[in-house]
């Protein structure tokens, strides 16, 4: 008797067990089907539905400031009868100048190789090329942070390189240009509301919700050109350098809904 209350019992936790990872897998499933839902899609702003009739205007804002950030880009030259010679000098050259950007304050992670090439040279003085040697010429970017002093370190490079040196650009920009962006988009906003009201008035309308802003301005990359052909007589002046003004343009579309007056 005592035998077959024992096996009752056991009947009783199994089936209890069994109870409990039935109810395990329901929940289980309940999470799933939660996380798997399809999220709500977003809502319009008020008066933006799609029967509402809608304006759509472009605006095109300026801000200027006074760049101080000056890109310069040089190239090194040098020739030598061999391939192998014409490197190593090139390398001396580009060295020197690395060190003259160091002294004048350029910190190492503004400096970057942007070019190097190897190349033969010919020469055809009967009509049949005859190799005369070789020529490398590397290409150095420098970011110079203090407009003061950009001047100077331009043409102590150039001097210190002598006529290997050519400075391929310069180009202005803003270390931070978040300030003038922002105020040119305040500005194309400010005109494309503009022109939408006058719009939505001539045609006996009023302005209702905004519902949409889009920013359609591409990155653009100013910049004035100086060339060099070689490094000035000792004693002339450093490198006259202003950055003038740079201009920052934005456009942007914005989308109203339309209401009657």
Same mark, same amino acid.
């Given at each position: 008797?005592?035998?077959?209350?024992?096996?009752?019992?056991?009947?009783?936790?199994?089936?209890?067990?069994?109870?409990?990872?039935?109810?395990?897998?329901?929940?289980?499933?309940?999470?799933?089907?939660?996380?798997?839902?399809?999220?709500?899609?977003?809502?319009?702003?008020?008066?933006?539905?799609?029967?509402?009739?809608?304006?759509?205007?472009q605006g095109t804002g300026q801000a200027s400031g006074t760049p101080d950030v000056l890109t310069a880009v040089f190239s090194f030259s040098t020739t030598s009868g061999t391939s192998a010679g014409a490197l190593s000098q090139n390398n001396a050259e580009v060295a020197?100048?690395?060190?003259?950007?160091?002294?004048?304050?350029?910190?190492?992670?503004?400096?970057?190789?942007?070019?190097?090439?190897?190349?033969?040279?010919?020469?055809?003085?009967?009509?049949?090329?005859?190799?005369?040697?070789?020529?490398?010429?590397?290409?150095?970017?420098?970011?110079?942070?203090?407009?003061?002093?950009?001047?100077?370190?331009?043409?102590?490079?150039?001097?210190?390189?002598?006529?290997?040196?050519?400075?391929?650009?310069?180009?202005?920009?803003?270390?931070?240009?978040?300030?003038?962006?922002?105020?040119?988009?305040?500005?194309?906003?400010?005109?494309?509301?503009?022109?939408?009201?006058?719009?939505? $008035?001539?045609?006996?309308?009023?302005?209702?919700?905004?519902?949409?802003?889009?920013?359609?301005?591409?990155?653009?990359?100013?910049?004035?050109?100086?060339?060099?052909? $070689?490094?000035?007589?000792?004693?002339?002046?450093?490198?006259?350098?202003?950055?003038?003004?740079?201009?920052?343009?934005?456009?942007?579309?914005?989308?109203?809904?339309?209401?009657?007056?």
């Open positions: 008797m005592a035998q077959r209350r024992w096996q009752l019992s056991g009947v009783t936790v199994a089936l209890v067990a069994c109870g409990a990872a039935l109810l395990g897998s329901a929940g289980l499933g309940v999470a799933l089907s939660d996380a798997g839902a399809a999220s709500p899609p977003p809502v319009s702003p008020a008066g933006c539905s799609g029967s509402t009739p809608r304006l759509t205007v020197q100048a690395l060190g003259t950007l160091a002294a004048g304050g350029v910190a190492r992670r503004d400096l970057q190789t942007t070019a190097l090439s190897l190349a033969p040279q010919y020469a055809s003085p009967h009509g049949v090329p005859v190799l005369t040697g070789y020529q490398a010429t590397e290409t150095l970017s420098a970011t110079l942070r203090t407009l003061s002093s950009a001047g100077s370190t331009i043409d102590s490079v150039v001097n210190a390189t002598g006529n290997a040196a050519q400075i391929q650009s310069l180009a202005f920009s803003f270390g931070d240009p978040t300030t003038v962006q922002d105020a040119a988009r305040a500005d194309a906003v400010a005109q494309a509301r503009s022109h939408a009201e006058a719009m939505a $008035a001539s045609a006996g309308r009023a302005l209702g919700a905004l519902c949409s802003l889009t920013d359609d301005t591409q990155p653009s990359f100013p910049g004035s050109q100086l060339n060099y052909a $070689a490094a000035p007589a000792a004693g002339d002046a450093a490198v006259p350098v202003e950055p003038g003004t740079q201009v920052q343009t934005d456009q942007v579309t914005l989308v109203y809904s339309l209401e009657g007056r």
